[in-house]
Each structure stands twice: as C-alpha cells, then as structure tokens.
C-alpha cells in the first residue's frame, strides 16, 4: 500500500460476460488517490471510467488485482464512500428535508446532530428555504444540490462523482462545479470524478487521469499547477495555464490528430 494513499488499484483487471460475449473492461489499473485529493479520470465513452468507481464502491469485483480503501482490502460497500450520480433520484413523494435525510435513515444513522447537520448543508448550497417543497418543484439544478447534501448528509470519507453535472445547461453546470469544489474542500473529502470533458477535468482536479478504451487502461496522469489547483472551476477557466493544459490533455487523448 503506497504510503498516504487513501484509494489504490493494483493491477487491476475487470472481466465480465455479455449476451454475445467476453468483454474486457480493464487492463492492469494501477493508480493512488491520497486522502484530500480530488482526481478526475478522463476518456471516451466505453473506456471503463463508471467501473472504476463501482469497483471501489465494492458493487463489483474484479477478475483480478486488487483495491483498497485506507490501507484494507475493498469487501463490499462501505459507510466511508458516498456515490453522485448523472440522475439525482430523488423520491417524488418526499420533500426535500425527507430526500436530504434518506442515506441517514438507511444507515440507522439518523439523531438530531446528523439531522442539523444535514440540514445545514442544506442551507449552505442555499436550499434551505426548499426543505418542505417536493423534488417536481425544484429545476435540474437545484436537484443536483439536493442530490449533493443528500450524499455529504452521511459524512462520508470518499465522495465519488459519475459525471453528475452533464444533464445540465452550461451555466448551471460551472455554478454547481463551484459549488461542488468549494463544499469538499470545505469539508476535506476525497473525490473521484469520472467525466469526458476535459474543461471540467482541468477545473476542479488536482490530478487527471487520462484513459483510452478497448479495453480500458491508463495512458497518463497529469498534475495540474498549484495556481489552477487551488482556484475556483469557475475562475480557473480565465488563468493563462489552463488553455496550455487543454491542448497537453486534448493530444494525449487524441494522438493521431497531430
């Protein structure tokens, strides 16, 4: 176990059957997250990026290598690890304050700090005045911090993101990714994001991931500057080392088009 890591792969293989065939999803995954760290894993569609995070959430097991979590093999899901879905899946018939309390509630976890404390969360992300409307009530967006609190309301350790701003407009997009930011720096999470945008990736990641597909393996990580690290998605965008990190990522994704 890599000292300080609070996810690693080891050679990390995933296998699985399909009506037609045998389908190689991962090849030899070998990668670290440190505890605090936010790392964006980048590539095309098929490349294996939502079973990375599934493997680690311990929904599914690999053919072989081997995860940890804090230094202890993955058996399993665990109370440290909180998943953000594309799809906020809130429960129409619950209010927001109802939605917000669910993870605590399946986790026999709800008292009246962790209540207060997700309602506080609640009204950080500025939806406190929502608490008793229903989800059908609420735009795309303020689902998605809805969706949020719900998934900082059990205080995970991890938080692991599968593009979840990509169902929205661009400008609700960049507000939710600082809002996103912000909180988990604020709370000292641990974050995976998985997403095939590469402004997004540069944005809010310490470090990139970058894969390729058929069958998904890493071609290379990127540590992103200290100035883009420690400014806000939003503003990020407007340093001048951000378009220089676009191109490096855009040509190790696309080496053919030089």
């Not at 093999?73 to 939605?99: A, C, F, V």
């Not at 967006?141 to 979840?164: C, F, K, S, Y």
Request: aromatic share 8%.
């Amino acid at each position: 176990m890599t000292q300080e890591a609070k996810i690693e792969f080891k050679h990390v293989d995933m296998t699985y059957l399909s009506p037609e065939r045998i389908v190689h999803a991962l090849r030899d995954i070998s990668f670290s997250v440190k505890a605090g760290e936010f790392v964006s894993i980048l590539g095309p569609s098929g490349c294996g990026k939502s079973s990375i995070l599934s493997l680690i959430a311990g929904l599914i097991t690999p053919t072989s290598g081997s995860i940890y979590v804090d230094g202890k093999p993955i058996q399993g899901s665990s109370l440290k690890i909180g998943y953000m879905l594309q799809q906020d899946y809130l429960l129409e018939w619950r209010t927001i304050r109802k939605n917000i309390l669910l993870g605590l509630e399946i986790q026999q976890k709800l008292t009246r700090e962790s209540e207060e404390f997700a309602l506080q969360l609640l009204d950080e992300i500025g939806l406190s005045a929502f608490a008793n409307h229903y989800p059908s009530e609420l735009s795309g967006g303020m689902r998605q911090r809805v969706a949020l609190v719900r998934t900082l309301a059990t205080n995970p350790e991890i938080l692991l993101l599968d593009e979840p701003f990509s169902a929205l407009d661009f400008t609700t997009r960049l507000k939710l990714e600082d809002l996103v930011f912000e909180t988990l720096h604020h709370y000292g999470k641990t974050a995976l994001l998985v997403t095939h945008d590469i402004s997004e990736a540069i944005s809010m990641s310490d470090r990139i991931i970058v894969m390729g597909k058929n069958p998904g393996h890493l071609i290379e990580t990127i540590e992103l500057p200290p100035s883009l690290r420690a400014a806000s998605p939003l503003m990020s965008r407007e340093i001048p080392g951000f378009q220089y990190y676009f191109h490096l990522v855009w040509k190790v994704m696309n080496p053919d088009d030089e």
